[in-house]
């Protein structure tokens, strides 16, 4: 489905590290947190452990505690609503816009409306790359007195209103696991204005430990949330490759677009909205309501081309199905999103060929997965 970008010159920045003497808490760390701030105008970045780590830290400065309601999307990857209960607090789903994928900021409006002073933070996600509406979330939010809070994990590069994604609200956080964008293997960072939260984030990452970083001095409860020296050391270097990264994942998803643009019962990603711009994350086409989703996959698979429905709703995890309830027609477009989806493989070195390939199997996975007509009085098959 992905693979990373890896280079020669990536490999010897991090041989570079296991050749010093600091493995964990050395200066490639601070080297990969400025090198981001100057590369995308963030007045600060502090590099994590995960992206999950990021936010969960994000929503401990936003004073997010047990009972708060977090608003956040139903159609996203499961960390950004566990966030909230790891502070015992409640994540209040709304659903999406049909197009983008992301939170629908009228239904956000809504919720900010109906909840009104519990909401502490609203958590809208960047999904697969695509800029969410943060010019009316964050003054909906504003006027209700809740912070936002960007999960930009998948988004690193992509634009809002002119401006980087994640300095946007309170705080935005990006997440470089594998399949993303850029990677470190595992690791994560958050970018903010505050320079009083930022100092709090480098304290709750090396188990709450004060401003100074004193040997074994704990001022509050924090947690192993560091990055070390050779995850930060992969993400010095990718950054520096971070424009040939982006472009060569834009130039695979033209090519997906040309070869699938005009093929039938396929609904392909949306273009930008005027001023922001998409870094592509993975490719997510929609199948008509007439095409088998799930029959299409088989298809795919048994044609050796691996593809994922994308996302699978988080309100409908077994977690949080038993936890509060949910049983499905809760956020119907979201889970009619989630039903007619599908991930091709994607990742920037993937050949015209190979892309080819992936369209031609797509077509005839689709032709062969089409639902038959209802006859006359029947029910569908
Ligand atoms: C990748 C991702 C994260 C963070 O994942 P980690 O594996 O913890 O780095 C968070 N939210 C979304 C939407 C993601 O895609």
Redesign the pocket.
């Known amino acids: 489905m992905s693979a990373p970008d890896v280079q020669p010159e990536d490999i010897a920045l991090v041989d570079e590290v296991l050749r010093s003497p600091s493995l964990s808490c050395g200066p490639m760390v601070e080297r990969f947190e400025a090198d981001w701030c100057a590369r995308f105008g963030a007045p600060h970045a502090v590099a994590v452990s995960?992206?999950?780590?990021?936010?969960h830290l994000a929503l401990i400065a936003a004073g997010v505690t047990s009972g708060d309601l977090v608003i956040t999307s139903p159609f996203?990857?499961v960390?950004?609503a566990n966030v909230a209960l790891y502070e015992r607090a409640l994540p209040l789903f709304v659903d999406i816009d049909p197009v983008t994928f992301n939170l629908d900021p009228a239904a956000v409006a809504d919720a900010l409306a109906r909840a009104a002073k519990s909401v502490k933070v609203v958590l809208p996600?960047?999904?697969f790359g695509q800029p969410a509406a943060m010019e009316r979330i964050v003054r909906d939010a504003d006027r209700h007195g809740a912070l936002v809070i960007e999960?930009a994990?998948?988004a690193p590069g992509a634009q809002s209103g002119g401006r980087p994604v994640g300095t946007l609200g309170a705080a935005g956080?990006f997440?470089?696991?594998p399949?993303?964008q850029m990677t470190t293997g595992?690791?994560?960072l958050i970018v903010t204005r505050s320079s009083e939260w930022a100092r709090l984030f480098r304290s709750l990452r090396n188990q709450g430990r004060d401003d100074d970083g004193t040997w074994l001095r704990h001022v509050r409860l924090g947690y192993n949330y560091r990055l070390d020296e050779m995850s930060a050391a992969l993400g010095v270097a990718q950054l520096r490759r971070f424009d040939e990264l982006l472009a060569s994942r834009a130039r695979v998803a033209g090519l997906y677009r040309e070869r699938l643009q005009n093929m039938e019962g396929v609904t392909l990603p949306p273009s930008e909205p005027d001023g922001a711009r998409r870094s592509w994350?993975v490719y997510v086409v929609r199948l008509t309501d007439d095409v088998d989703r799930d029959a299409a996959m088989a298809t795919l698979a048994a044609a050796g081309v691996p593809s994922r429905p994308y996302f699978s709703p988080i309100h409908l995890q077994p977690l949080y199905r038993e936890r509060f309830g949910y049983r499905g027609g809760e956020f119907p477009v979201a889970e009619a999103v989630a039903r007619t989806t599908l991930a091709l493989p994607f990742h920037g070195r993937l050949t015209s060929g190979q892309i080819d390939y992936v369209a031609e199997c797509l077509a005839d996975a689709i032709a062969g997965a089409r639902r038959r007509p209802a006859r006359s009085t029947g029910a569908w098959t």
Not at 50 to 55: E, V
């Open positions: 995960s992206g999950t780590a990021g936010l996203s990857f960390a950004s996600v960047h999904v999960d994990c998948e956080v997440g470089f696991y399949n993303k595992e690791g994560g994350f």
